[in-house]
């Protein structure tokens, strides 16, 4: 259960070059930051692995090169979140768009009883009892996350591609959205994209820096995370990197 | 929760609603005056029945497919201009065919109303594409075809006097010339509904997730729009411009099912379009006949359904749903 990317290229109209030429190989049962500047192509990335955008280069998941099958077949086992932008008249309730994220793995018309077995697990797992009947578009930032994650699982894919999970979270929501995340990593290939290097080294077992849609650095957290230089360098800021009870720590100074 | 049961329920209900006003209407005017009718009449007075249910659930059906494969609230076939855009070529078909023939009229009336679809989607997405946009887009180019149309008419008059009807939208010239067409509408909305309602409802989130939950977003949204752009067309060669259908009975089904889930919205959608239709006609040929004159029913649900659609436009504004 890998997903390998080869030569990966992802170029938008008017050629911006987003991802250029990108080898990497993100493995079971490891979830895989991917941190790097504004601009520095880390949701192009993430988008061409699960074939939502047109690249060049290959890409396999499960040893199944990704652009020759169809939508359908990568959605049964592959998950990709990232921010909704749900119209406020026709909005879904969360029960209604948890059921509706399991399309792709059932198959009649209507839902069938694994259906609702699947949803009512992930509710209580996730605690999302409360939230259930609400509209998704009336859902606070944290609430939406939790829901988008939730989302994601209903299908029980092998593969979860987040984009910034942690946007728009405030501390307790993102420390929060970084347990559900470990917990669910265990037999599964999970990427996310982030920001905040604090939540990073949190969360993730390996890290992948980008800039201007290149690979500068990847490694395991601790290891790539202290060669604070090439993170100094792509930012622009002081970075300061301590190890405190076995945890790694960032700070950016700011001011230098 | 709303459970799936309460959903089929509200379904059966309203299927019930029907039935028992086309039981009810039908068996009251097909029997009306009784002693004095020839066969031709209870013949045009079942075909118009008929009509209305069949025209209103084709109109409901082709409102939630724009509704759901636009993601916008506010349209319809005549809010989008592709009324006025088949109407248009209609009458310039009229004008040279020297009699009635359904699928050449049906042909024109597509050409026309697709013409004006793709026109209004044009505009729309060059101004940003919001849901206020189609709206603006498709008055403008409602207005421009309904000029033309209506300068035909003024043409068209002296050769048929019955085509002025179309303007407004009215069931009075229905004949059974229409039916095949109508049934093989009402089959080919039903067969796509069921193969379009699961896509639809994933392109409510967005193209992106559309695509990661195994639809290609384009693809589904072409062909829901296509059959509704082109069934909503055919009404209007044979019944005209009735506005406000298509736009009304997605909002009251999903006011009644509590969902937007295009599954049980679309069907319940249909049947709803049918007893709105069936009801104003009614009140058009009936109450109104005996006392003004038979009002086009397009004159009736315009101006039943145009205070909805205000009050949809001020709610959007306001931001709250529905």
Same mark, same amino acid.
């Given at each position: 259960m890998t997903i390998k990317a080869m030569g990966l290229r992802v170029v938008y109209k008017g050629g911006v070059v987003a991802v250029n030429g990108v080898?990497?190989?993100?493995?079971?049962?490891?979830?895989?930051?991917?941190?790097?500047?504004?601009?520095?192509?880390?949701?192009?990335?993430?988008?061409?692995?699960?074939?939502?955008?047109?690249? @060049?280069?290959?890409?396999?998941?499960?040893?199944?090169?990704?652009?020759?099958?169809?939508?359908?077949?990568?959605?049964?086992?592959?998950?990709?979140?990232?921010?909704l932008d749900t119209p406020s008249f026709l909005s879904y309730t969360v029960y209604e768009a948890l059921l509706l994220s399991r399309y792709p793995v059932s198959r009649g018309f209507l839902e069938s009883r694994r259906d609702y077995e699947v949803v009512d697990r992930i509710v209580g797992e996730l605690g999302l009892e409360k939230l259930v009947d609400r509209r998704l578009n009336e859902l606070s930032s944290g609430e939406l996350r939790r829901v988008l994650f939730a989302m994601a699982l209903a299908r029980e894919p092998d593969y979860l591609l987040l984009d910034e999970p942690d946007s728009h979270l405030d501390l307790g929501g993102k420390a929060e959205i970084s347990r559900i995340i470990r917990r669910y990593s265990s037999g599964r290939t999970i990427v996310l994209t982030t920001h905040d290097l604090l939540f990073a080294v949190n969360t993730v077992d390996y890290v992948v820096v980008m800039d201007s849609g290149r690979v500068v650095l990847a490694g395991k957290v601790g290891e790539a995370i202290v060669n604070k230089g090439v993170l100094e360098k792509i930012y622009g800021v002081k970075i300061e990197a301590v190890w405190r009870n076995g945890r790694l720590l960032i700070i950016p100074l700011y001011h230098g | 929760?709303?459970?799936?049961?309460?959903?089929?329920?509200?379904?059966?209900?309203?299927?019930?609603?029907?039935?028992?006003?086309?039981?009810?209407?039908?068996?009251?005017?097909?029997? @009306?005056?009784?002693?004095?009718?020839?066969?031709?009449?209870?013949?045009?007075?079942?075909?118009?029945?008929?009509?209305?249910?069949?025209?209103?659930?084709?109109?409901?059906?082709?409102?939630?497919?724009? @509704?759901?494969?636009?993601?916008?609230?506010?349209?319809?076939?005549?809010?989008?201009?592709?009324?006025?855009?088949?109407?248009?070529?209609?009458?310039?078909?009229?004008?040279?065919?020297?009699?009635?023939?359904?699928?050449?009229?049906?042909?024109?009336?597509?050409?026309?109303?697709?013409?004006?679809?793709?026109?209004?989607?044009?505009?729309?997405?060059?101004?940003?594409?919001?849901?206020?946009?189609?709206?603006?887009?498709?008055?403008?180019?409602?207005?421009?075809?309904?000029?033309?149309?209506?300068?035909?008419?003024f043409i068209i008059s002296t050769k048929n006097p019955y085509a002025i009807h179309l303007l407004l939208g009215s069931l009075i010239t229905v004949s059974r010339k229409w039916f095949p067409a109508v049934i093989v509408l009402l089959a080919i909305l039903w067969f796509s509904y069921i193969l379009l309602s699961k896509p639809l409802n994933t392109l409510l989130l967005g193209d992106l997730y559309s695509k990661q939950l195994g639809f290609n977003p384009r693809l589904y949204r072409f062909l829901a729009i296509t059959i509704a752009g082109a069934s909503a067309s055919i009404t209007v060669a044979y019944c005209g411009i009735i506005g406000f259908i298509g736009l009304v009975s997605p909002h009251i089904a999903r006011l009644l099912l509590k969902t937007v889930d295009n599954r049980f919205v679309i069907p319940v959608a249909g049947l709803v379009g049918s007893i709105l239709l069936l009801l104003t006609d009614n009140i058009s040929r009936v109450y109104l006949a005996s006392s003004i004159g038979e009002v086009p029913v397009g004159a009736l649900t315009s101006a039943f359904g145009a205070p909805f659609f205000l009050v949809l436009l001020v709610r959007r504004f306001r931001g709250r749903g529905l």
């Open positions: 080898d990497i190989v993100f493995r079971k049962g490891v979830v895989t930051g991917i941190v790097g500047p504004n601009g520095a192509g880390k949701t192009s990335l993430l988008k061409a692995l699960a074939r939502l955008v047109p690249y @060049q280069g290959l890409v396999y998941i499960d040893g199944y090169e990704v652009s020759r099958r169809p939508y359908s077949f990568i959605a049964r086992m592959l998950s990709y979140t990232s921010d | 929760m709303v459970s799936t049961k309460y959903r089929l329920w509200v379904f059966t209900i309203t299927l019930t609603t029907l039935a028992i006003l086309v039981f009810v209407l039908g068996n009251y005017f097909l029997s @009306q005056g009784a002693s004095s009718l020839t066969s031709r009449v209870y013949e045009y007075r079942f075909y118009r029945i008929f009509i209305a249910v069949a025209t209103g659930m084709i109109l409901g059906f082709t409102g939630s497919y724009m @509704q759901a494969s636009l993601r916008n609230p506010l349209v319809d076939h005549y809010i989008l201009g592709v009324g006025g855009g088949a109407l248009f070529t209609v009458y310039l078909t009229v004008m040279f065919l020297p009699k009635t023939i359904p699928w050449i009229i049906s042909l024109a009336a597509i050409a026309g109303g697709f013409t004006a679809l793709f026109l209004t989607i044009a505009i729309a997405e060059s101004i940003g594409g919001s849901d206020i946009a189609y709206v603006l887009s498709g008055i403008g180019v409602s207005a421009m075809f309904s000029g033309l149309s209506i300068t035909l008419s």
